[in-house]
């Protein structure tokens, strides 16, 4: 008696694989599964695919010797905040600045306030960042320069189908970054990001925490300020002059 009942429980078991295997695999619609010779319809409504918007960390062009010798000293002058050094690493019609565009080296030094040291911590502590996080490779309208950081990469933006608003876009840049309720450690933990690119709310700020919301709509919460990089910052571009990498501009998005 308890062979035949074992047996008839495997029968029913497979009989259930067998069932979620063709719903599972079936599109959306109507599957027809036949019980001994009664036909039972059976509605499949596949779960939707929801996009997720990423961008992972990238750190590609260093492949020439001689771009990767510059960017490094670059990171040596940044951390020491030396500006005769950093000037001489400025192209002489250097871009700074957004949509008014100001172009030279006294230029530069004006609109980020590079003489005036307490001012300037902010540009210095930015720009050692971005360098930090690398850059790519950039083609715009047949003209090749390396941006830096990657997360301001028109090439990395141009794959998704969303219009982005770069005043309040700004990309994880760490894995598992958590996302909180509250702006505090202390609250629940709502997620992790990884590498995702976000909206934040600028009427919060961009204090320790920041309110931000994913582009897909997975989760909304807090995150801290340090695992994002902002759209709104401005992005160094690095071109070849003459032989030799200069740093044609540091603007922001247009």
């Known amino acids: 008696m308890k062979i035949i009942y074992c047996f008839l429980v495997a029968i029913f078991f497979i009989s259930c694989s067998e069932i979620e295997e063709l719903i599972s695999s079936s599109e959306d619609g109507e599957v027809t599964i036949y019980a001994s010779d009664k036909p039972i319809v059976h509605k499949v409504e596949k779960p939707k695919e929801v996009k997720r918007f990423f961008i992972e960390p990238e750190n ?3 492949n020439n010797p001689f771009l990767l010798a510059f960017v490094e ?7 020491k905040r030396d500006t005769t050094a950093f000037f001489a690493m400025l192209d002489p019609n250097v871009i700074s600045g957004n949509a008014t565009f100001n172009k030279g080296i006294e230029a530069f030094k ?10 300037a911590k902010h540009f210095w502590s930015l720009l050692g960042k971005q360098l930090e996080l ?4 950039e083609e715009q309208n047949g003209r090749y320069y390396y941006c830096i950081p ?3 990469s028109n090439k990395a933006f141009s794959v998704f189908d969303y219009d982005f608003d770069w005043y309040h876009t700004g990309v994880c840049i760490k894995e598992k970054s958590i996302v909180y309720e509250e702006p505090n450690e202390t609250s629940i933990k709502v997620g992790t990001l990884n590498y995702d690119i976000v909206e934040f709310d600028p009427n919060f700020g961009k204090g320790t925490f920041c309110k931000i919301k994913t582009i897909d709509q997975r989760f909304s919460g807090y995150v801290k300020t340090h695992d994002l990089a902002f759209t709104d910052d401005p992005h160094l571009e690095i071109v070849e002059v003459e032989s030799e990498y200069k740093i ?5 998005q247009e």
């Open 73 to 79: 000293n670059l990171k040596k002058v940044v951390r």
């Open 60 to 62: 590609g062009g260093l």
């Open 110 to 119: 004006q609109y980020w306030q590079l003489d005036q040291p307490e001012k």
């Open 150 to 152: 990657y997360t301001s």
């Open 134 to 137: 690398g850059g790519v490779t």
């Open 248 to 252: 044609v501009a540091y603007t922001k």
